[in-house]
């Protein structure tokens, strides 16, 4: 009876162990775990110098999915900085420069929030690229949207946003510069995106689909003629 009463006791430490396990939950990433400072617009300024490198991040602390997009800062932030600290015999000083803009969108059938990162990046080759990283947030369902859940299943959107995008992309550089169709229906050329309440907005990095001489592109759209098959 007594090792009876005692292996349920310790049945039941047990259960109350793993239940309190199962809700832990790790303590959100912070601006300072990355050497950064919050100023009074609740935006994370990051910054280094040294003789051969600069540092310069900046991106605003209340994104939804801060986990993500903390994540990426400090992906980025780490990449360059294992090719800049590297002993060489540059003649100038690599750069890193990222800034983030939102944006957001409250026309049914959800709101969203959007966090762009825009990122020049200098290390020494013949040309600094420059390139994006969007995290778009379901402000309903609670989770993130991809550029593969933001349209229905059985859906066809990309004929019909290639010759939108293409006549924006016109309109900007002056003059006619052809996307292929290889790459225009390509859904993972348009990863990187944001929604307003009234546009599809895309953001291409150099050489996504077009030569990198073309330059980062952000490239808007109305929303109208896609809405129908938003997810």
Not at 79 to 95: K, W
Not at 105 to 122: D, E, H, I, N
Request: aromatic share 10%; hydrophobic share 45%; glycine share 6%.
């Amino acid at each position: 009876m007594r090792m009876s009463t005692l292996a349920s006791a310790v049945s039941v430490v047990a259960v109350l162990g793993v239940s309190s396990m199962g809700v832990a939950v790790a303590a959100p990433p912070k601006c300072a775990d990355l050497n950064g400072v919050v100023d009074a617009n609740q935006i994370c300024q990051i910054q280094a110098t040294d003789p051969g490198y600069s540092v310069d991040i900046s991106f605003p602390v209340d994104y939804p999915d801060a986990t993500a997009a903390f994540d990426y800062v400090r992906e980025t932030r780490d990449g360059f900085l294992n090719v800049a600290q590297m002993p060489d015999s540059r003649l100038m000083p690599y750069e890193l420069d990222t800034t983030a803009t939102s944006f957001g969108s409250t026309v049914p059938p959800r709101a969203t929030q959007s966090l762009v990162f825009k990122t020049y990046q200098g290390v020494g080759g013949a040309h600094p690229t420059t390139f994006y990283k969007a995290f778009n947030w379901d402000q309903v369902l609670k989770k993130p949207i991809t550029i593969d859940t933001l349209f229905r299943a059985g859906t066809a959107p990309f004929p019909v946003i290639l010759p939108l995008v293409q006549a924006e992309v016109d309109k900007q550089l002056g003059q006619p510069v052809t996307i292929s169709p290889g790459d225009g229906l390509d859904p993972t050329k348009y990863q990187n995106f944001a929604l307003t309440d009234d546009s599809l907005i895309f953001f291409f990095s150099q050489g996504d689909v077009l030569p990198e001489a073309a330059g980062a592109l952000q490239v808007a759209i109305p929303r109208g003629p896609v809405a129908a098959m938003f997810a």
